[in-house]
């Protein structure tokens, strides 16, 4: 993590935060930092507000390589499937739920909040704002970050809110020191097989003596576009990809009728990667919205958080076979 420190002024430690409008309670770097996560589940916090002890959870679990997508501070569904996907791992009973032997073999002594140095570049590359109307953005030169904040979210795995809860008063500014969390360094190996599992929301990948390297939660296809089934194999790896819009080969969306070309970008329909499939027309890919992650349907590919899928794309190869599956015997629900 570059320009990553451990001290800050007392003064900023206390600061309240607000979510969404409304009064939060308090929260400081420092309860993240020494909650335990065996706490979980005892205290109770407002609507929405965020719980140290998730979040602390929540990065433990991303550092373990069972990815829980977004981190902020709350619980749900993609938690207890990070959760298993730990189990799974590490060849203990699955069946999500923190218990001891599991918060024992995640807990380490390493800050889970750190301070962090703006940048310069940080602040480079900017837009003012996304359409959602594919015409308007194929008329856009690239499809960035709008803000310091959303970049830095992104980089350190954090939901837009958990990033100004911990900040309230920064302006993200080349030069301001700011808290963030630190998920740890990317997963690395090489992975022999992919399942895409439809039932859990689950991509797993494995590694060729079969063992779980890593688990990520995905949105696969939808009601009204399914996922394919069967086996397939990785084609190929594209970076910051270009998006080819046709409406008469994929979907419609809006009014746009025409072959569109979208710019590349974060903020594109694909996110920052592509993992091509021999199935034409399907991939595993970014997101925009890392939030709706396994929340809301996919048109037929595999949606994982951007810094996800730049993960696992850093550990497959074409021929890569991607198994699309109903149940996983690795991670049940």
Request: glycine content about 10%; charged content about 25%; some cysteine.
């Amino acid at each position: 993590m570059s320009s990553m420190k451990t001290a800050l002024p007392m003064s900023l430690l206390a600061l309240a935060f607000s979510v969404g409008g409304a009064a939060a309670r308090e929260l400081r770097p420092e309860e993240i930092n020494t909650v335990s996560i065996a706490s979980i589940g005892t205290e109770k916090s407002g609507p929405g507000d965020p719980d140290p002890a998730i979040v602390r959870l929540q990065v433990l679990l991303d550092r373990a390589g069972s990815s829980p997508g977004v981190i902020d501070g709350l619980s749900g569904e993609n938690v207890d499937k990070a959760v298993a996907g730990f189990e799974a791992m590490n060849n203990l009973p699955v069946d999500g739920r923190l218990d001891p032997e599991v918060a024992s073999r995640l807990e380490g002594n390493a800050p889970i909040v750190e301070s962090y140095v703006v940048s310069a570049e940080d602040a480079a590359g900017l837009v003012d704002k996304i359409p959602e109307d594919y015409g308007e953005k194929a008329k856009m030169q690239s499809l960035g970050y709008t803000s310091v904040a959303e970049k830095l979210s992104e980089r350190f795995h954090m939901g837009i809110d958990l990033v100004h809860a911990l900040n309230p008063a920064s302006q993200f500014a080349p030069g301001d020191t700011v808290w963030v969390v630190n998920p740890g360094p990317p997963k690395e190996g090489k992975v022999k097989r992919i399942e895409a599992d439809r039932k859990t929301g689950q991509v797993l990948a494995y590694a060729a003596d079969g063992s779980l390297l890593a688990v990520y939660p995905a949105t696969i296809g939808s009601e009204d576009n399914p996922a394919p089934s069967g086996k397939h194999k990785v084609k190929g790896v594209a970076r910051m990809p270009v998006y080819r819009y046709d409406p008469k080969r994929n979907f419609k969306q809006g009014k746009n009728n025409k072959v569109l070309t979208i710019p590349k970008g974060p903020n594109g329909p694909v996110g920052t990667v592509w993992i091509d499939l021999t199935e034409p027309t399907y991939g595993i890919h970014g997101t925009p919205e890392p939030k709706l992650i396994d929340k809301v349907g996919s048109h037929g590919c595999v949606r994982l958080t951007n810094w996800d899928v730049e993960e696992l794309a850093s550990m497959v190869k074409p021929g890569v076979m991607v198994d699309f599956v109903k149940g996983s015997s690795a991670v049940p629900k």
